[in-house]
């Protein structure tokens, strides 16, 4: 089984940056889907990206795509979500969450095993 603790979120302005942690404990990392997925109030939790441990893969909403990078240190059995450029939209609880799946899209929220908590980010205007 493994782990998942995420954190890095925060209040920013408009335009602003954040950079996202997903720490992954219990098993080695390098094998996995890791994707990140926020929920605002009122919304469906919505996939952000994803990235496959092993080869770098990635995948990105249209909403994030240009803005958001997720990068794996698998040394370090994280992944990261580097958000520029953001929007008072991009307000959300962020979650990530794994899989032992290969990833040829972004994956659905259905498709992971393991959840982290979620961290609150707030972009003002």
């Known amino acids: 089984e493994v782990q998942l603790q995420a954190f890095g979120g925060g209040l920013v302005q408009s335009g602003g940056s954040l950079r996202l942690s997903c720490a992954a404990s219990?098993?080695?990392?390098?094998?996995?889907?890791i994707g990140w997925f926020r929920q605002a109030p009122g919304k469906e939790r919505e996939a952000v990206s994803c990235i496959n441990t092993g080869d770098d893969i990635a995948y990105y909403a249209d909403s994030v795509k240009g803005r958001f990078t997720i990068t794996s240190d698998n040394a370090k059995n994280t992944v990261y979500l580097q958000m520029n450029s953001l929007k008072p939209e991009d307000t959300a609880v962020y979650y990530c969450a794994a899989t032992h799946r290969y990833s040829n899209y972004l994956l659905t929220p259905y498709e992971y095993d393991y959840w982290g908590q979620g961290t609150q980010v707030t972009v003002s205007s």
């Open positions: 219990g098993k080695t990392f390098d094998d996995y889907a």
